[in-house]
């Protein structure tokens, strides 16, 4: 009889045991669901969600140049740019913002004020505060 009860047990645990589906498993809300639209504001913010993440919130960009290794033709970093996207101090758009993104989160925000993501001009660029860098 108590040779059995090892067994019982061995055999509740199969019976008993509920399998994770892992298509079941909820992911994680985003932190970010919204950008603002005040320059200071949005470089503060843009660090803190990954490219996907501002495809999803903003749309794909009105222009994408791609950099990658000659070697496998991974692309190691991307320079995005929108349109009338964010403000300035006095409420107008700037007419374009370049996103510098690598490894998947923005490294630096250009607004550009008079021209267009074609000039040869830098704009005002901001480093953007890195994930760790922030309390959160």
Same mark, same amino acid.
């Given at each position: 009889?108590?040779?059995?009860?090892?067994?019982?047990?061995?055999?509740?645990?199969?019976?008993?045991?509920?399998?994770?589906?892992?298509?079941?498993?909820?992911?994680?809300?985003? !932190?970010?669901?919204?950008?603002?639209?005040?320059?200071?504001?949005?470089?503060?913010?843009?660090?803190?969600?990954?490219?996907?993440?501002?495809?999803?919130?903003?749309?794909?960009?009105?222009?994408?140049?791609?950099?990658?290794?000659?070697?496998?033709?991974?692309?190691?970093?991307?320079?995005?740019?929108?349109?009338? !996207?964010?403000?300035?101090?006095?409420?107008?758009?700037?007419?374009?913002?370049? !996103?510098?993104?690598?490894?998947?989160?923005?490294?630096?925000?250009?607004?550009?004020?008079?021209?267009?993501?074609?000039?040869?001009?830098?704009?005002?660029?901001?480093?953007?505060?890195?994930?760790?860098?922030?309390?959160?």
């Amino acid at each position: 009889m108590f040779r059995f009860i090892p067994i019982l047990f061995l055999v509740s645990n199969v019976v008993f045991a509920n399998p994770q589906d892992e298509n079941n498993i909820e992911q994680a809300a985003p !932190l970010v669901t919204e950008l603002p639209t005040f320059y200071s504001d949005f470089v503060e913010i843009i660090g803190l969600v990954t490219a996907d993440e501002i495809v999803a919130i903003l749309g794909e960009p009105a222009k994408k140049i791609d950099i990658r290794m000659k070697s496998s033709n991974d692309v190691i970093a991307s320079t995005w740019y929108y349109h009338n !996207l964010n403000t300035d101090d006095a409420g107008n758009y700037f007419p374009t913002t370049e !996103l510098d993104i690598i490894d998947g989160y923005v490294e630096s925000v250009v607004f550009m004020n008079e021209v267009d993501e074609n000039s040869n001009f830098e704009g005002n660029k901001y480093e953007v505060p890195k994930n760790n860098d922030k309390m959160i």
